[in-house]
T-cell receptor, first 111, second 113 residues
Framework: NAGVTQTPKFRILKIGQSMTLQCTQD?????MYWYRQDPGMGLKLIYY???????DKGEVPNGYNVSRSTTEDFPLRLELAAPSQTSVYFC??????????FGPGTRLTVT | GDSVTQMEGPVTLSEEAFLTINCTYT??????LFWYVQYPGEGLQLLLK?????DKGSNKGFEATYRKETTSFHLEKGSVQVSDSAVYFC????????????FGSGTQLTVLP
């Protein structure tokens, strides 16, 4: 099992550009999550999904969108990138009542 | 509302020192409790967990006991090593319907040789 994979590892965007952060898990987990981690800070939940076709907002959803067309994939879309979106983004998944498995993260800089 | 409070860092210790990182939470029920660790440049990974009152989670020399009376889940290690340098997050499972963890603010630990 590869676990949770994220691409790309690093990205630099200009203000106003858009991009999609990819997240895939091969553990057949129903629950998936997107977090952002700002320097020296904890994790903030952006969006989550409890199963294919179902998504919901977390604590900081503004400026982002998600979709969950399959169990495996949970891409995060940034529209009109802003400097405030400079952060490290983590995707995670769980089968429920157990640990969350995290991807290695995507480091995004918006300039 | 439901929340988690974690001891602020950074914490700097010498090798073989005793470590305690405090974590308390507020919740209407008795959530499962987790400690996650993040090594430099990596994602989070589970360190230990406890699912009911008085349970003790343990892993890699770290321990934490689920204290229902004080709603606490303090992380301890008797003798830290340089390799324990990382950020530690307390995370109760406060939203069962979405299996959503609520992460504490994280405590940066640096262990000096």
């Amino acid at each position: 099992n590869a676990g949770v994979t994220q691409t790309p590892k690093f990205r630099i965007l200009k203000i106003g550009q858009s991009m999609t952060l990819q997240c895939t898990q091969d553990m057949n987990h129903n629950y998936m999550y997107w977090y952002r981690q700002d320097p020296g800070m904890g994790l903030k939940l952006i969006y989550y999904s409890v199963g294919a076709g179902i998504t919901d907002k977390g604590e900081v959803p503004n400026g982002y969108n998600v979709s969950r067309s399959t169990t495996e994939d949970f891409p995060l879309r940034l529209e009109l990138a802003a400097p405030s979106q400079t952060s490290v983004y983590f995707c995670a998944s769980t089968k429920g009542e157990s640990e969350q498995y995290f991807g290695p993260g995507t480091r995004l800089t918006v300039t | 509302g439901d929340s988690v409070t974690q001891m602020e860092g950074p914490v700097t210790l010498s090798e073989e020192a005793f470590l305690t990182i405090n974590c308390t939470y507020t919740a209407t029920g008795y959530p499962s409790l987790f400690w996650y660790v993040q090594y430099p440049g990596e994602g989070l990974q589970l360190l230990l967990k406890a699912t009911k009152a008085d349970d003790k989670g343990s892993n890699k020399g770290f321990e934490a006991t689920y204290r229902k009376e004080t709603t606490s889940f303090h992380l301890e290690k008797g003798s830290v090593q340089v390799s324990d340098s990382a950020v530690y997050f307390c995370a109760p499972l406060l939203f069962l319907h979405s299996e959503q963890l609520t992460f504490g603010s994280g405590t940066q630990l640096t262990v000096l040789p």
